[in-house]
Nanobody, 125 residues
Framework: QVQLVESGGGSVQAGGSLRLDCAAS????????MGWFRQAPGKEREGVAA????????YYADSVKGRFTISQDNAKKAVYLQMDNLNPEDTAMYYC??????????????????WGQGTQVTVSS
C-alpha cells in the first residue's frame, strides 16, 4: 500500500496562487494516473486534474482550465498542483489520489485506489 501526503494548502485572497504537493511513500509502484480532487462542504467530491504516466497526458476540469497545472516528478514520487488566479469557488479540501488501473474516467473518484488525507484551500474575496 502506498501512502499519499498532501501539503501546501492555506488561505489566500482572490487572484492569489498556491502550489499543492503530494508525496508518495511506502510500497514502490508507479501509478497509471494521479488525480487531484476537491470537496467543498455540502458538495460531492469532484475531479480537478489528472496526470497520466503514459505520454504525460493531463486532464482538467473546465472550471480550472487555464488556471491550474498538474505535474509530476517520478524520481521523487510526487505530484504537484499549481493553482493560479484562485477565486472563492476554489475553496475546498483538496485530495490527491493514485490509480493503478487503466480505463474509466479520470474524474471518477471510485477509480482511484489510494488517497491522501487532504489539505484545505481557502480563498477569500
Amino acid at each position: 500500500q502506498v501512502q499519499l501526503v498532501e501539503s501546501g494548502g492555506g488561505s489566500v485572497q482572490a487572484g492569489g496562487s498556491l502550489r499543492l504537493d503530494c508525496a508518495a511513500s511506502g510500497s514502490t509502484y508507479i501509478w497509471t494516473r494521479m488525480g487531484w480532487f476537491r470537496q467543498a462542504p455540502g458538495k460531492e467530491r469532484e475531479g480537478v486534474a489528472a496526470f497520466y504516466n503514459s505520454g504525460d497526458v493531463t486532464y482538467y476540469a473546465d472550471s480550472v482550465k487555464g488556471r491550474f497545472t498538474i505535474s509530476q516528478d517520478n524520481a521523487k514520487k510526487a505530484v504537484y498542483l499549481q493553482m493560479d488566479n484562485l477565486n472563492p469557488e476554489d475553496t475546498a479540501m483538496y485530495y490527491c489520489a493514485a490509480d493503478l488501473r487503466h480505463g474509466g474516467q479520470w474524474y471518477d473518484p471510485d477509480r482511484y485506489k489510494d488517497w491522501g488525507q487532504g489539505t484545505q484551500v481557502t480563498v477569500s474575496s
